[in-house]
């Protein structure tokens, strides 16, 4: 899952072409069954405050699809069991 400021307010056409070149490179993620409930447990544990439920909304859809990491520069994105949280402009041990 992207999201990109500067296509706020994109022409449309500009908006399709981006997602056709997109879904050809990275796989289109959607909820599964049990998604809700998932969602409202980690909610119940988490407590996210405002925005942050879009973050958790994102986090459960990556953990019903065995995803085991995230890449996200947001700081404040929750910890969920599973899933390691990397902010890919950081160096990773081991990648030097």
Known sequence: MTT???GIGADLD???LFLRRATRLFPVM???SG???RLLQ???E???AGAQIFD???ATVCVQHRMDEVWT????????GGLTVVNPTLARPGSE
């Open 4 to 6: 990109e400021l500067r």
């Open 14 to 16: 500009e908006v399709q």
């Open 30 to 32: 959607v909820p599964r």
């Open 35 to 37: 998604y809700l409930s």
């Open 42 to 44: 980690l909610a119940g």
């Open 46 to 48: 988490l407590r996210p």
């Open 56 to 58: 958790l909304q994102i």
């Open 73 to 80: 520069l947001d700081r404040t994105f929750p910890p969920i």
